[in-house]
């Protein structure tokens, strides 16, 4: 057993070293640059996952025979993350995308041990000379969306079908309720929690009881077009989440906040060919077009349509920035004074709501 | 022409051995046909599912850090199965000698000391008892069927991971995310190879399968257990108390899936998080059955399991097969071997026979 | 207003507890019959996913639920060919079974990722299916009726006919049922073919009914929830009917109350309360010791008569 594991071991380090003595640019190797992502679900999950999926194919279409990109999906967040992560490094990727917040410690981990090779963590906050971290502002196209509920409503409530109460979840319903009641003062987000990122038939019935209860607008945190489904039944409205879901249901449906990874993946891996990739950290929204509305339907009257075009615009242009105070939390506490902005530091470790949030 | 079984006086030793490796060789073979019929290169689909982990020295050190929960658990289901009790719950046992490791773990947060880790482990060794308790009370006392009772209490395991990292164990510190703290040097396990994930449970797993094989065949305990299986009657009449029986394989089997819990804990996680359970508890059943329910057949059980994991995702990143398919090969395993299970207890005749009893 | 609100709550539960009565009404007939069939969720995938796609590639939801339970039954049957005919682990079996329809439904359903399917049109006229209130006797799905409809027929069934008595002597004493000429295997077999369409009607359910969709594991662990609400129901039909629908009501309740804006219990806990609860019932069956109120005899049991 030990004899084995020793030569296991002197395998590994040998590959290692092997890895170490390979002199950049890169470009001077044979083959293409290996590339390789991790997801979370599968690439059929039509929310996260898919998109991120969609951001690699951009990356073959991209490059061609110049680049090879592999995947591993539906990866547990823990030991087995760890244990993928290091193979793709042992495999010969040179860039390797890890795209759940949960892979961090993992990706920390496997990152110290291949110093040759670039990694990319996806939603966290741990950086080192070969580890980047990257993420969206997916709270441009809350606001959007927030806009678009409180000129369409007509109860003046909408439901928010939300996961887990973490930074990411508590920002994207704050900022769609700041956008809100920019509209309409008195407008107010139901939230429910349903703890869990994907259960179709709970989503649905979450998106029922919040119809039931008054919601007129139907929006969510949570990975599967279920929610969409039950608007359209009801002939509520409701937006699409990571990925235009307007098939789902072509009534109901307004615009989706589209997570947009191809240009940043097609960013890094030509850095990776040009020699230049650095261990940045990047979070891209509307202006890099990471974060995009899917198009306006019919369904969207034109002065709403007129009014989130202005929003995407401004944003884009960095002059509308939803996270400017004065913001009140539940309680009526002011928490961003008058023309301040909140930090990104702030907004990432976010874990209070604004006024006119019901949770 | 009928074909029909016939009992054999002695179980068949030589089919006993031969058909857990009957049982690979036709899932290799079916597998091959099944995915090349829907397009994927079928024979390299088995190949790297079956045969490049075992060749590459690289992956050994996953294979056993992979193997050695499944071992663990599934040796301590294996007395229980020995004497027909039917305790399919060693995943909720597992999380809750986890979660009662864990508990230490955080108690101790600040302290440090070479008596933590020992404490974690019978915390955990107690956990998971305690939860097998409660089907070998009901059991013993009210004659509750323990495999619907040992399910059932799995799923409430479960929640209660989920309620303690959603609610008081959740790191202060950790943005709001669902998870504890990092562990501390004193609260993880060693690894035993340095530069590995190598865990001081890995060979622990070896010394548990060895040991309890010892107490199978050497001791009147192991007697008394394969007796209350294979004649329960005889077992009566020779004064053996099948509620102690009970007991005693709801304990070992309790006891040694919340050890795993903790060595997994400890090890590869270095924290509690609810991503934690990935059917642990179940695999093992299979590993059991594979195992042919006989600790060292248990050990190589869990290799081969380890090794369909592996491969299904060398598979994924090389031939592009989907996730499911390592699953298929696992569901498949276990059908052949059920399958040719009737080989040990039965001769296959072909022909009519004079008495004309139809199978 | 609120009656609106009470008639679009009634028509929440009844989404969800009708796939859970009908997969929990076949495992219920074969637990009846002596077999533990432990991949209800495996058979609900595979119902799922090959109802989705037969009705996308027909456009017929009607053929889409015939195969549910078509395929459905063929795994049941290989389910029962390896613990019938070749008397293997029942409970091993059955996780197989689980594993297999996970991973098989995720296999073939790829390709139907991010499609939609037509639903099925309403059983009555407009005037009746759409009314605010009459709605809530005609406005639902065929499968709701059918739901209603077998649930009546498995009780009655066992309750009042020959076959259901010589099923349910199968289920108690197999020896005896043998040895008094009846076919114990051919009874299970049909007992599991029975459990196997149910519970890939069920699946069908959610992928066209519910979430007219296809997903991986869509159907999210419903058919662990059926096997509680077997025992919970204590095997009996009609039980079985009431604790589907009182599953429906605490879930619904549940959400309405904290779209209403006030959350009574932690969320873990009404998740783990169904399994609670079946726990519960069987300790208090069992202090009983009421024989006609427990377990089946012989479940889980292998049958092999000597020759």
């Given at each position: ?359 | ?113 070479p008596w933590i880790l020992p404490l ?222 009737v080989l040990v207890r039965y001769r ?12 | ?106 296999l073939v359903g790829e390709s139907f ?195």
């Amino acid at each position: 057993m030990t004899e084995i594991d020793r030569r296991s071991l002197l395998a590994a380090l040998g590959a290692a070293a092997t890895l170490a003595t390979i002199a950049s640019p890169l470009r001077a190797q044979d083959g293409p640059l290996k590339v390789a992502f991790v997801y979370i679900g599968p690439v059929g999950d039509f929310g996260w996952t898919y998109a991120h999926d969609q951001g690699r194919l951009m990356v073959d279409e991209h490059f061609g025979a110049a680049v090879q990109t592999t995947f591993v999906e539906n990866v547990a967040e823990g030991p087995d993350a760890e244990r993928i992560i290091r193979q793709l490094a042992q495999e010969g990727n040179k860039l390797i995308f890890t795209t759940s917040f949960g892979y961090m410690n993992p990706t920390v981990k496997v990152a110290k041990q291949f110093p040759d090779v670039f990694f990319e963590h996806a939603t966290g906050y741990q950086r080192a000379d070969n580890l980047a971290i990257y993420n969206a502002r997916f709270y441009e196209g809350r606001a959007v969306i927030g806009t678009m509920a409180a000129m369409m409503s007509e109860t003046g409530t909408a439901g928010y079908i939300a996961s887990f109460p973490i930074p990411e979840v508590v920002m994207g319903i704050n900022a769609f309720t700041l956008a809100a009641q920019k509209v309409n003062p008195e407008f107010k987000t139901q939230v429910v929690w349903v703890s869990t990122w994907y259960d179709p038939a709970k989503e649905a019935d979450a998106a029922r009881a919040l119809m039931d209860q008054g919601a007129d607008m139907i929006t969510q945190h949570t990975d599967s077009p279920a929610a969409l489904q039950a608007a359209e039944e009801r002939g509520a409205f409701a937006f699409g989440q990571a990925t235009d879901m307007s098939q789902f249901a072509p009534k109901a449906h307004l615009t989706a906040i589209v997570d947009n990874w191809g240009p940043y993946y097609v960013k890094r891996v030509q850095a990776v060919l040009d020699g230049t990739w650095e261990a940045s950290d990047t979070w891209s929204g509307m202006a890099q077009d990471e974060v995009v509305m899917s198009p306006f339907r019919e369904n969207v009257p034109a002065e709403v349509a007129a009014a989130a075009e202005t929003i995407i615009a401004e944003t884009k242009a960095g002059t509308y920035h939803i996270f400017t105070g004065p913001i009140y939390d539940q309680e009526g506490t002011l928490r961003v004074p008058e023309g301040e902005m909140m930090s990104d530091a702030d907004l990432l470790s976010m874990d209070w709501y604004v006024q006119g949030v019901a949770s | 022409m009928p074909i029909r079984l016939e009992k054999r006086r002695e179980p068949s030793r030589s089919m006993l051995y031969a058909t857990p490796a009957i049982a690979v060789g036709l899932t290799m073979l079916t597998g091959a046909v099944i995915f090349t019929a829907i397009g994927y290169n079928g024979f390299a689909a088995v190949w790297e599912i079956f045969v490049s982990p075992l060749i590459d020295p690289n992956r050994w050190q996953d294979l056993g850090v992979k193997a050695a929960p499944l071992i663990i658990i599934a040796v301590g289901l294996s007395f229980g199965f020995r004497a027909n009790v039917w305790n399919i719950g060693a995943e909720g046992q597992y999380i809750m000698g986890a979660l009662a490791g864990t508990g230490v773990a955080l108690a101790t947060w600040e302290m440090s000391g070479p008596w933590i880790l020992p404490l974690m482990c019978v915390a955990g060794m107690l956990g998971g008892m305690a939860w097998a308790a409660v089907p070998a009370l009901l059991r013993t006392r009210l004659g509750v069927n323990e495999i619907l009772t040992t399910l059932m209490l799995t799923y409430v395991a479960v929640q209660v991971l989920y309620y303690l990292m959603n609610g008081p164990w959740k790191d202060p510190m950790g943005f709001n995310f669902p998870q504890t703290r990092l562990f501390n040097e004193s609260q993880l396990l060693p690894t035993v190879i340095p530069q590995t994930l190598v865990h001081l449970g890995v060979p622990l797993a070896g010394v548990i399968a060895v040991a309890a094989w010892f107490v199978m065949t050497r001791t009147v305990f192991g007697f008394q257990i394969r007796t209350v299986g294979r004649a329960p009657a005889a077992a009566r009449h020779a004064g053996f108390d099948a509620n102690r029986t009970v007991w005693a394989s709801l304990m070992i089997g309790g006891g040694l899936a919340g050890l795993a819990g903790v060595f997994e804990a400890a090890g590869p996680f270095g924290q509690m998080v609810p991503q934690f359970p990935v059917g642990y508890g179940f695999t093992a059943i299979i590993v059991a059955f594979l195992g042919r329910l006989h600790p060292l057949g248990i050990v190589l059980a869990g290799i081969v399991l380890a090794v369909t994991y592996i491969g299904g995702e060398t598979a994924q990143t090389r031939l592009g097969l989907p996730d499911a398919a390592a699953g298929l090969f696992q569901a498949m395993t276990l059908f052949f071997l059920l399958a040719t299970d009737v080989l040990v207890r039965y001769r296959i005749r072909f022909g009519a026979d004079a008495k004309g009893a139809a199978a | 207003m609120t009656s609106v609100i009470l008639v679009s709550m009634i028509m929440s539960i009844v989404g969800v507890s009708t796939p859970i009565l009908l997969a929990a009404l076949g495992e219920l007939v074969a637990e009846k019959s002596g077999v533990l069939n432990l991949g209800v969720e495996g058979m609900m995938l595979i119902g799922a996913v090959s109802g989705f796609a037969v009705t996308y590639l027909t456009g017929s939801p009607w053929l889409g639920v015939i195969a549910a339970g078509a395929c459905a039954t063929l795994s049941a049957l290989m389910f029962g060919y390896l613990t019938l005919s070749l008397t293997s682990n029942q409970v091993a079996t059955g996780l197989a079974l689980t594993i297999f329809g996970i991973s098989l439904s995720s296999l073939v359903g790829e390709s139907f990722v991010g499609l939609t399917v037509p639903s099925f049109g309403a059983v009555f006229p407009a005037g009746l299916s759409e009314n605010p209130t009459l709605r809530l006797i005609f406005g639902h799905s065929p499968v709701v009726y059918f739901s209603l409809v077998m649930t009546w027929a498995v009780w009655h069934f066992l309750t009042n006919t020959r076959g259901g008595l010589i099923l349910r002597a199968v289920g108690e004493n197999d020896y005896s049922a043998h040895s008094i000429g009846y076919s114990v295997i051919a009874v299970r077999y049909a007992a599991v073919a029975f459990g196997g369409a149910m519970a890939g009607i069920a699946g069908s359910y959610y992928s066209m009914v519910l979430t007219p969709m296809w997903a991986e594991q869509l159907t999210a662990g419903r058919g662990w929830i059926a096997l509680a609400l077997v025992v919970f129901s204590v095997w009996r039909p009609v039980r079985l009917f009431f604790g589907a629908y009182l599953f429906g009501l605490v879930m619904t309740l549940e959400l309405q109350s904290k779209a209403a804006g006030f959350n009574f219990a932690p969320p873990e806990f009404m998740a783990a309360l169904p399994y609670l609860a079946t726990v519960v019932v069987l300790a208090l069956i069992s202090m009983k010791k009421r024989r006609a109120m427990a377990a089946p005899a012989c479940l889980g049991r292998p049958f092999k008569p000597a020759t």
